[in-house]
């Protein structure tokens, strides 16, 4: 008798693909402290060992769950640092990369001849910006972002890749 009731106690809660389906939908609309929270919920709902039926049954990570449960007994909502993630530009390992690429731009970068825009253009390649940086600021192959990079931070300067046509003189129709 003492045996069906720990057998009881330790599945309070049968899951039926039914409720499995269920419970995964609500999770998956859920997000943040709101989605631990409620697995920490459904998991105390299973009894003893539902962490573990949870891992295998709907497929739940167990540190979440338990961040979940902390989140429940202590009522200390953990902060989700979303904006910390992902890769970090450029500039971040190398604090001079946008500054040496102006000092190579610059120098022969040219404003619209017509005078119809504020744009720079910048007779240079970013192949040719990359290549001046490994050999005049001591870049080494390995530390330096590729062309592609060096491109958009040129983009993102102001610069753009275009030969400038010298400004050609009006004709003056009187003067034959």
């Known amino acids: 008798m003492n045996d069906h009731i720990e057998m009881q106690q330790e599945h309070l809660l049968n899951i039926t693909p039914e409720l499995k389906s269920f419970l995964n939908k609500t999770r998956a609309e859920l ?3 709101e989605r631990r929270q409620f697995m920490a919920r459904v998991v105390s709902l299973m009894g003893n060992g539902g962490q573990r039926r949870a891992q295998n049954e709907l497929g739940w990570e167990r540190g979440t769950i338990r961040k979940g449960m902390k989140e429940l007994k202590t009522g200390i909502i953990c902060v989700d640092n979303f904006s ?11 604090p001079s990369l946008l500054e040496d690429i102006k000092s190579i731009v610059e120098p022969i970068c040219q404003t619209d001849p017509t ?3 504020t744009q720079l ?5 970013a192949k040719e910006v990359h290549n001046r940086l490994v050999e005049y ?3 080494s192959a390995d ?3 590729s062309v592609v990079t060096i491109n958009r931070k040129m983009n993102q300067l102001g610069y753009r890749l275009k030969k400038t046509a010298k400004c050609k003189p009006k004709k003056n129709p009187g003067n034959r």
């Open 115 to 117: 005078f119809k825009s």
């Open 121 to 125: 253009y910048s007779p240079i390649t």
């Open 31 to 33: 997000k943040g402290t």
């Open 143 to 145: 530390e330096i972002p």
């Open 137 to 139: 600021k001591g870049y």
């Open 84 to 94: 910390g993630r992902g890769r970090k530009p450029s500039e971040s390992k190398l």
